[in-house]
């Protein structure tokens, strides 16, 4: 390998660097922003550089590997677990509670698991410390794994970062009787993360070496490009996951209902494959639709009014999982942008059911809720979007339509195209028509209509979650929340996220990272003098640094030298830091 190559590959992670399609994000309008996401999120299909892509013979070998020891145990009634931490956690909950149900109607006495770092409650809100935690991920692997004797374990970090998710992998090693370990991510083994993980003696990359030596390991690691936003793997790292896993689970379930269900062949993972790039396509043909969305996104988020996702279903889901990142991306409020779901807990059936909030008031998550509590408050600064693919909920839309347009608030409709009494509802307003999927009964021989029925359903919500990412992404960049493509003001909730604020402060004051590194601790401690807690762990730092505003825009200002704690952070006060950076020269 050259050396430009090898530094290349072995420098800051794909996943963590910036992508040169948006380098200027934060400058177009909605329409370009829109066409920008589109660019990026095309990467997941042409693959990036000279990266393995997803459609490459090394990924599709090992998605096949997956297949097989998938269907192994389905077939041998053993279990599936799922795990992630974020937006992988939350892919994880969805994909187990979706194959779950396809087992079960398949009578297959197998069992699918998740696990979400943090538990339930991240399901809804960002909780990023469970992330660091490698021993509350073993235990909490072994417990859901307790009474299995055959496990298929599918550890996400898109980033091959979390320790969380090295702590399960290393458990599974070793324990070699019971567990499959296989590994899920977007980075090269090369550049998996190499800081020792507090409390332990391993890193993430030394986990996934060990895999990789390890005879039933599987690592399956396509690369699909640098996020839009820098380091935020809800976008194409949620999708790509998305997408690679569907697309294995389903072929396991096929191969395993084929012998007993029909005698036709299955579609190959490329199929698969080809049907979500269909998708994509397909969805950014609504592209100025989806622009429209982002202004009334933005609009309401500029004057502090909130953006509500309510749906129905699983699309519904995908409205609580865009919404849930935003806190941490780009240090929302947690009302600023909320998911509600036709039937709440009740339809997500998630282990621990009703979350309480300070252990009194139910975390609300349903329609009803929205109707009840929010809807009534719904001001004309506020934008309600309507995510409903199925026709049958016509009444409930027209109904709850009719009282957000009476309070003057925003609507957005996405809508099944297929659906045309629904789309009627939103005319003259924002519409987004989901497309068809193209046919693909060829894929499963024509025989089995539940297979082609929860292929469409895959493919639409991936089309939802693609619109969705565009809308509160989009939305916040015309807030002002996103300079470059960074996300300048991230909440610094964990070692990640503390490290990647090190890196932004040090990319826009333009100093060293141990310049950088300093200014972040006075900022966190809101002091100039921070000897003191030079020597502490990084997870000390994080503890105060989760319930603080403003890290990153004071460390940057900070760390120009123009400034000190108190300086900075009454400039703060009435600008903002893109503001600032943008109109001000320090050098
Ligand atoms: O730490 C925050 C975060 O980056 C989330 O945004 C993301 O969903 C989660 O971590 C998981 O990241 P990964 O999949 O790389 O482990």
């Not at 948006?22 to 400058?27: A, F, G, L, P, S």
């Not at 800081?195 to 391993?202: A, D, F, R, T």
């Not at 809508?415 to 629904?422: D, G, R």
């Amino acid at each position: 390998m050259d050396s430009k190559r090898y530094e290349e590959e072995n420098t800051v992670p794909i996943t963590e660097r910036p992508n040169e399609l948006t380098r200027d994000i934060d400058v177009g309008s909605a329409g370009d922003i829109v066409r920008i996401l589109r660019q990026c999120d095309s990467q997941i299909f042409s693959g990036w550089k000279h990266f393995q892509s997803i459609y490459d013979e090394e990924t599709i070998f090992a998605m096949e590997k997956v297949v097989e020891k998938a269907a192994e145990v389905l077939q041998q009634s053993g279990a599936v677990v799922l795990s992630g931490c974020g937006t992988s956690g939350r892919i994880a909950f969805f994909l187990a509670q979706k194959f779950s149900k396809l087992a079960k109607e398949q009578g297959l006495l197998a069992s699918y698991e998740y696990i979400i770092a943090g538990g339930d409650i991240a399901l809804f809100m960002s909780q990023e410390a469970p992330e660091d935690d490698w021993r509350k991920g073993q235990e909490d692997l072994a417990q859901v794994s307790s009474n299995k004797t055959r496990v298929l374990y599918i550890g996400i970090t898109c980033g091959l970062s979390a320790p969380y998710v090295a702590g399960q992998l290393d458990y599974c090693m070793n324990h070699p009787d019971v567990f499959i370990p296989v590994l899920l991510g977007f980075n090269p083994v090369s550049q998996a993360r190499r800081n020792v993980i507090e409390g332990w003696s391993k890193s993430f990359y030394d986990v996934a070496c060990a895999l990789q030596d390890y005879e039933s390991g599987i690592i399956l690691n396509p690369v699909v490009g640098p996020e839009a936003i820098t380091g935020s793997s809800r976008m194409k790292g949620g999708s790509a996951t998305k997408i690679l896993l569907e697309s294995i689970l389903l072929k396991a379930h096929i191969t395993v209902g084929k012998s007993s269900l029909m005698p036709g062949c299955i579609g190959t993972l490329h199929q698969f494959l080809l049907m979500y790039e269909h998708m994509y396509r397909a969805t950014y043909l609504n592209h100025s639709s989806i622009s429209k969305a982002v202004e009334l996104a933005a609009k309401s988020l500029q004057c502090k009014g909130q953006v509500y996702y309510t749906g129905w279903g699983s699309s519904g889901f995908m409205g609580l999982l865009d919404a849930s990142e935003c806190v941490p991306t780009f240090s929302a409020h947690f009302d600023d942008i909320r998911g509600f779901l036709e039937g709440g807990y009740h339809t997500l059936k998630n282990e621990e059911g009703e979350y309480l909030l300070n252990g009194l008031t139910k975390l609300q998550i349903s329609l009803r809720d929205f109707q009840e509590s929010f809807l009534p408050n719904l001001t004309l600064h506020d934008t309600v979007t309507f995510i409903c693919s199925e026709g049958n909920v016509i009444q409930q839309v027209r109904k709850l339509v009719n009282l957000t347009e009476k309070k003057g608030a925003h609507v957005i409709g996405i809508v099944c195209e297929k659906e045309k009494e629904l789309s009627n509802v939103f005319r003259n307003k924002c519409l987004i028509e989901l497309k068809q999927p193209s046919r693909h009964e060829q894929l499963f021989d024509g025989h089995l209509p539940v297979f082609d029925s929860i292929l469409n359903q895959c493919l639409m919500e991936m089309s939802i979650k693609w619109i969705l990412n565009a809308v509160s992404t989009g939305a916040h960049i015309v807030k002002g929340k996103v300079l470059g493509s960074f996300m300048i003001d991230l909440k610094v909730s964990n070692n990640k996220l503390f490290h990647r604020a090190v890196s932004i402060v040090s990319k826009f004051a333009r100093v060293s990272q141990e310049r950088s590194h300093l200014a972040v601790l006075q900022s966190i401690y809101r002091s100039d003098v921070v000897d003191s807690v030079l020597n502490q762990q990084v997870s000390q730092h994080v503890s105060i640094a989760t319930a603080m505003d403003q890290v990153v825009p004071v460390a940057v200002l900070v760390a120009t030298g123009k400034f000190n704690i108190e300086s900075a952070v009454e400039l703060l006060r009435t600008k903002t830091i893109s503001h600032i950076l943008k109109n001000c020269c320090f050098n």
